[in-house]
Structure formats: C-alpha cells, structure tokens
T-cell receptor
Framework: DTAVSQTPKYLVTQMGNDKSIKCEQN?????MYWYKQDSKKFLKIMFS???????INETVPNRFSPKSPDKAHLNLHINSLELGDSAVYFC????????????FGQGTRLTVV | DAKTTQPPSMDCAEGRAANLPCNHS???????VYWYRQIHSQGPQYIIH???NNETNEMASLIITEDRKSSTLILPHATLRDTAVYYC????????????FGSGTRLSIRP
C-alpha cells in the first residue's frame, strides 16, 4: 500500500482551465502539506493542514484552494491556470506538526500550455 | 526556523562513506535537525533526525557537534542509488513549524 498517494501523476491542460489534484494518506497522520517544485528544483511549501484546519498558507495566489474533507485527504484545486503554474506538486503528511518526519507522495507533474 | 548552509555539490566513490556537512549556527535549543533526500523525479524521502545526540538508523548516521552549530550526515557505504539531492533542515518547534527546503547538496556517487 502506498502511504501517500497523489492523482493524477501527470496533468497537461490549457491556460485558463480549472483542475484538481487529489492526495490521500493511509498513515493515520494529522497533518498534510502541499509543496510546489518549479523548474529550478526549489521545493516551496504552499499549505499545511492539521486535523482539517489550515495552519500554514504561504502567500499562495487565491486561485489555489486546498480542501481537506477529512484528515486523510488534502486536495488542491487550481482555478484559471497560468503558464507559471507548471511545476511538480508534492503532497506530504506527518503525525502532528512538531518535530516529526514527513512522508511525501510521488508528485503530480502539471504542465500548462 | 534556523537557516542551514550546505555545499552545493559533492561526489563520493561507490562503497566509500559519504559525509555530508551542514551548518546551522542559529539553531535554538529545541530545534531538531532533519535530513531528507530527493532522488531524481521522486518525492523527498526522510532519512534521519536528531537533537543533541548522535543518531543511527538503517539508512545513515547523524553526527551533531556539541555546540549544535553543525552536523554531518554519513552514508556508510554509498551506492549508485544514493545519488540524490540531500537536504538539511531545522524546522523549528512552534505549531507553525514547517519543513523548508533549501538548495541542498547534490551528491553524485561514482562507480
């Protein structure tokens, strides 16, 4: 069983479209994250949820809206996609938000054309 | 969150020990040091973490200096599969702590 799974693995879409990336973890963790890795390979945190509550929002544009229906899921919805949104998006989870290791998904490569 | 500094790249011969240094001179007393790695096209992978004492697990050893201002990750017998970017992170200890990745060290293992 994959601990943190993301779908889809690849996503190609046109500018202006709305798309969602789903993330599920089966580790029983309380905290989930979204990270963005751009073409320069920098990994930047976007959001963090703890028990379905948003605890970190790193000045991400309003077009990005995370949703956590339960603590095992953290989905990322992106409106009005732009070329600059092209990146690899990683979901992660950890048990609590203090000093615990995080487990990452395999990533979703989003390409906006 | 303490700032960490790592060399941009290193290489090591297969079968030898790879020693990856990290400076975290502004680390506070309660901040752990974490190491992750990212193998090409995969998600980051947790390796090890520690506070004051040296730590060892099945993947690596972590040596933290007594003043806690620096640490070294040791891969005792590097293999080609250890080629990756290695990140040293000190995420802090507040409820808003977050894992912030720097540029890391690109480790190349040569045959």
């Amino acid at each position: 069983d994959t601990a943190v799974s993301q779908t889809p693995k690849y996503l190609v879409t046109q500018m202006g479209n709305d798309k969602s990336i789903k993330c599920e973890q089966n580790l029983g963790h309380d905290t989930m994250y979204w990270y963005k890795q751009d073409s320069k390979k920098f990994l930047k945190i976007m959001f963090s949820y703890n028990n379905k509550e948003l605890i970190i929002n790193e000045t991400v544009p309003n077009r990005f809206s995370p949703k956590s229906p339960d603590k095992a899921h953290l989905n990322l919805h992106i409106n009005s996609l732009e070329l600059g949104d092209s990146a690899v998006y990683f979901c992660a989870s950890s048990q609590g938000s203090l000093n615990t290791e995080a487990f990452f998904g395999q990533g979703t490569r989003l390409t906006v054309v | 969150d303490a700032k960490t500094t790592q060399p941009p790249s290193m290489d090591c011969a297969e079968g030898r020990a790879a020693n990856l240094p990290c400076n975290h001179s502004t680390i506070s007393g309660n901040e752990y040091v974490y190491w992750y790695r990212q193998i090409h096209s995969q998600g980051p992978q947790y390796i090890i973490h520690g506070l004051k004492n040296n730590e060892t697990n099945e993947m690596a050893s972590l040596i933290i200096t007594e003043d806690r201002k620096s640490s070294t990750l040791i891969l005792p017998h590097a293999t080609l599969r250890d080629t990756a970017v290695y990140y040293c992170i000190a995420p802090g200890y507040s409820s808003a702590s977050k894992i912030i990745f720097g540029s890391g060290t690109r480790l190349s293992i040569r045959p």
